[in-house]
């Protein structure tokens, strides 16, 4: 079983559907991120969380909301889908102190 | 505005040459470094990393450099095999912010 999973790994959806991607890690690690692919801008950061209790803004956060239920889950949620939302998103851990990131498989959105 | 940039979007090499991977940014205060390789499908998977005071790490067939005046980071890769062909992204933090930045990604290809 991979260490961070994320659901569903494929969704296509309408525009002004709201939609939660979740992901759940066994790595026991504190930091979790969200983070988006696209073409020729690369991954770049959503939210991340330290802990339950700390939550922090990426940078492209607008449209975007993020839920941290436990130490191992962190969902982010589209409230209201747009099309420039399509795109390959990927959830990351990591352990205290410098090191690196681990991503889980990815969920690949598209919005209509 | 981007901070970190991999200006190649793309790469093609020989099997059995050396490939050069180029990360340039715009912040000093970053001081770790890392390379992530991903490929088709896949979340990107940890290669190697460096640290500010550190100019050069070596792991394998893998070195990263690290021109800290120039805010330039490079990763080669020699003898490059086919398997090696991914996208490669560089990511950067700064110490006790544990917010990691992306390159764009550039995509290599190994020739047979």
């Known amino acids: 079983d991979a260490d961070v999973t994320q659901t569903p790994r494929n969704r296509i959806t309408k525009t002004g559907k709201r939609i939660m991607l979740e992901c759940s890690q066994t790595?026991?690690?504190?930091?979790m991120y969200w983070y988006r692919q696209d073409p020729g801008l690369g991954l770049r950061l959503i939210y991340y969380s330290f802990d339950v209790k700390d939550i922090n803004k990426g940078e492209i956060s607008d449209g975007y909301s993020v839920s941290r239920q436990a130490q191992a889950k962190f969902s982010l949620s589209l409230e209201s889908a747009i099309p420039n939302q399509t795109a390959l998103y990927f959830c990351a851990t990591g352990s205290t102190g410098f090191g690196e990131l681990f991503f889980g498989e990815g969920s690949r959105l598209t919005v209509l | 505005d981007q901070q970190v940039k991999q200006n190649s979007p793309s790469l093609s090499v020989q099997e059995g040459r050396i490939s050069i991977l180029n990360c340039d940014y715009t912040n000093s205060m970053f001081d770790y470094f890392l390379w992530y390789k991903k490929y088709p499908a896949e979340g990107p998977t940890f290669l190697i990393s460096i640290s500010s005071i550190k100019d050069k790490n070596e792991d394998g067939r893998f070195t990263v450099f690290l021109n800290k005046s120039a805010k330039h980071l490079s990763l080669h890769i020699v003898p490059s095999q086919p398997g090696d062909s991914a996208v490669y992204f560089c990511?950067?933090?700064?110490?006790?912010?544990?917010?990691?930045?992306f390159g764009t990604g550039t995509r290599l290809k190994v020739l047979a």
């Open positions: 790595k026991g690690h504190d930091r």
């Open positions: 990511a950067l933090t700064t110490s006790g912010t544990y917010k990691y930045i």
